[in-house]
């Protein structure tokens, strides 16, 4: 009887180490398949990626949203850094990279108010709120020359670039590439604010792009 107890011991001692020895090789099988995603192909300039990086910076500080109109200073004015829209992300990020977009783009719409959109009704520039407005931001950033073609090859979109899009509803929404890989994707995550804070999520096509630049 101790023989057959031990025997069948050791059946199941080598049962469980086959299982171990298969389950460990499943394993490693669904990593590859899962887990196993070529990094994107990184082209970006040094100075894209520290505009990636702050706008990345920002993931955090940045933890709310709100649109509301806000009278600040001018220049180097902005809303307290715990909140904020999505131009906000963009704006700051550039701020850390020695441009301020209130003062470029007021500049710009001051000596050019009739090529910017009047979706506001306003008859001069208002240096509190339109560099925080999206078609502002892109009709700036077309007339400095810094457009690139909208495609849907994830390869065109380096870390450090602007994107628009058009979000449910036709709201308009910008973002800037990261450096981080997106989740399981060949392609780079977007650091951008839609109503949670800023925070960096694969979202490079869950919207219509409208917009492409790159301004390093």
Request: hydrophobic share 40%; net charge negative; charged share 20%.
């Amino acid at each position: 009887m101790r023989s057959k107890a031990l025997w069948g011991l050791l059946l199941a001692a080598a049962f469980l180490a086959a299982f171990a020895l298969f389950a460990n090789s499943v394993q490693g099988l669904l990593g590859q398949v899962f887990e196993g995603v070529e990094p994107p192909v990184d082209t970006a300039s040094a100075e894209a990626h520290r505009l990636a990086s702050a706008a990345e910076q920002q993931v955090g500080v940045t933890v709310s949203y709100d649109a509301s109109y806000v009278q600040i200073a001018y220049p180097g004015g902005d809303v307290p850094m715990e909140t904020g829209v999505c131009t906000d992300v963009v704006v700051r990020a550039m701020r850390d990279m020695g441009v301020d977009l209130q003062v470029e783009l007021h500049e710009d719409m001051t000596g050019h108010f009739g090529e910017y959109p009047d979706d506001w009704g306003l008859d001069e520039p208002d240096s509190n709120i339109d560099h925080r407005r999206v078609p502002n931001l892109q009709t700036f950033f077309e007339r400095s020359g810094k457009s690139l073609p909208v495609t849907d090859v994830a390869a065109d979109y380096q870390p450090g670039d602007i994107v628009t899009w058009k979000m449910s509803g036709g709201r308009p929404h910008t973002g800037v590439v990261s450096a981080k890989q997106a989740r399981h994707q060949s392609r780079f995550a977007i650091v951008h604010n839609a109503g949670r804070g800023t925070v960096v999520e694969d979202v490079l096509f869950a919207f219509p792009i409208t917009g492409h630049y790159r301004w390093f």
